[in-house]
């Protein structure tokens, strides 16, 4: 591995700069499913890449969150994509990134983070304002509302799906 430092940090305030990759969850308890989306930038070479995918609904709202990160994390590192800084309009999970210990109920979720975190050369994982996470926010509300399975990884958006005939 060499001796390249890794950053691995977890914060609220301003995002540091580089490639950054905001990530959502979309839960609601009306819904079977939640939906989950990420949206990767490269501000040197202005490349994009980005995610959509559903699940069953799981337990919680910050459940999604989390399943979001960790597919937002396994997906950077299949795109050989090692410094990001993860950006996320929850601040809950920033804090229970940065303490898992204190989450016994995501242990297991949590333990998948960690395992990926370990994978990259730099990894933070920064709050942001809901208004600046709107991109990831319509993946992961778009795949939620899809009545079959999505998993949609590309550099451009989908077309709109149709609805149920």
Same mark, same amino acid.
């Not at 940065?98 to 990259?120: D, H, N, Q, T």
């Given at each position: 591995? %060499? ?9 609220? %305030? ?6 950054? #990759? ?12 939640? %939906? &989950?989306?990420?949206?990767? *930038?490269?501000?040197?070479? %202005? $490349? ?28 950077? &590192? ?11 309009? #929850? ?5 229970? *990134? ?5 989450? @016994?109920?995501?242990?297991? &979720? ?13 990894? $933070? ?30 550099? *451009?958006? @989908?077309? @709109?799906?149709?609805? @149920?005939?």
């Amino acid at each position: 591995m %060499g001796s390249a430092q890794t950053d691995r940090s977890t914060h609220s %305030g301003s995002a540091p700069p580089g490639e950054r #990759c905001q990530i959502d969850g979309a839960w609601k308890v009306t819904e079977s499913r939640a %939906g &989950l989306g990420w949206y990767n *930038v490269d501000p040197v070479s %202005g $490349s994009i890449l980005i995610g959509s995918s559903n699940l069953r609904r799981g337990l919680s709202p910050l459940q999604t969150e989390l399943e979001a990160l960790i597919w937002a994390m396994h997906s950077m &590192l299949a795109h050989d994509k090692r410094r990001i800084n993860f950006q996320t309009d #929850c601040a809950q999970l920033v804090k229970m *990134v940065s303490k898992p210990a204190e989450w @016994p109920a995501f242990a297991i &979720l949590l333990e998948e983070v960690e395992k990926y975190r370990g994978m990259f050369q730099e990894f $933070s994982l920064t709050h942001i304002p809901r208004t600046k996470n709107t991109k990831a926010d319509k993946l992961a509300r778009s795949a939620r509302a899809q009545p079959h399975d999505v998993y949609y990884i590309n550099s *451009v958006p @989908p077309a @709109p799906l149709p609805g @149920p005939a």
